[in-house]
């Protein structure tokens, strides 16, 4: 059984779908692409599909992953274009690698976040971050299904800061209004903290409010890395132990050739 990590994206107008209407859309595309699926036992069998810390609805995305399970092996990056074919515009299947390094889900500890403002004056976003930073707890209360809920949304946060730079500037309905565009890291903690907990926090430190809803994206997503407080590529391990693989095989052999002729 082969096993193939994706990573994909909800772009535009695709970053209101649901999870669930993704996994119906992927399902559709691994079927439309004749991908060799392995099937779950049971009187109700489903594809080996196993998603990793979606994005939530309404918010758009570069960085989410998935992996699949094959009875037969494929070249990964002709699955992808594949895939990618038979995705609707937006959902976008940018990667593909060989799992070969066990884990994937233990690699995605934060995520970089970008969130537009639109209205906001950046030197007013300046002050509400600064004021977020500098404090030691950020309570926020969220409506949960067992009611509302109250948590700390500053210790989460490894970074917040505001940017001049937009990872698309033709993205999420660009206007010649003020605009605020903030960066921030979010560790994965429980209970999960989101961008909106965020701005809720900023609302709620320096009453920062902005007259629409902010135009969110997450950019990447994998293992913080707390000297340096940036978070890494999750699907290098598995692109690093590929290109090892050939050498390794090479070395093996020699070395057998080596005990046979001695």
Not at 26 to 46: C, D, I, K, N, Q
Request: hydrophobic share 40%; charged share 30%.
């Amino acid at each position: 059984m082969q096993r193939i990590r994706l990573r994909y994206t909800k772009r535009g107008r695709l970053r209101f779908t649901s999870h669930r209407d993704f996994q119906r859309a992927f399902e559709r595309a691994l079927r439309r692409a004749a991908v060799p699926m392995a099937y779950s036992a049971g009187f109700t069998p489903h594809p080996k599909v196993s998603y990793a810390n979606a994005a939530p609805t309404g918010t758009g995305s570069e960085a989410e992953y998935l992996e699949i399970a094959l009875t037969d092996r494929r070249d990964p990056e002709k699955l992808r274009e594949l895939l990618d074919e038979s995705m609707p515009p937006g959902l976008d299947i940018t990667e593909a690698v060989e799992a070969r390094v066990s884990g994937l889900a233990e690699r995605l500890t934060a995520s970089v976040w970008e969130m537009r403002l639109e209205g906001v004056d950046p030197a007013d976003a300046e002050h509400a971050v600064e004021a977020f930073n500098a404090a030691e707890t950020v309570e926020v209360s969220r409506k949960t299904k067992n009611g509302m809920r109250t948590f700390d949304a500053r210790g989460a946060v490894a970074s917040l800061g505001t940017t001049l730079e937009t990872h698309d500037p033709q993205a999420d309905r660009p206007t010649d209004q003020a605009c605020a565009i903030l960066r921030l890291v979010v560790r994965h903690v429980t209970p999960a903290v989101r961008p909106d907990d965020v701005l809720s926090g900023l609302r709620a430190v320096a009453d920062l409010a902005p007259p629409v809803a902010a135009a969110v994206t997450r950019l990447a997503q994998g293992l913080f890395d707390e000297e340096t407080g940036t978070v890494t590529d999750p699907l290098a391990p598995d692109r690093e132990a590929v290109a090892a693989a050939p050498a390794d095989r090479t070395g093996a052999a020699e070395a057998a050739a080596a005990k046979a002729s001695a």
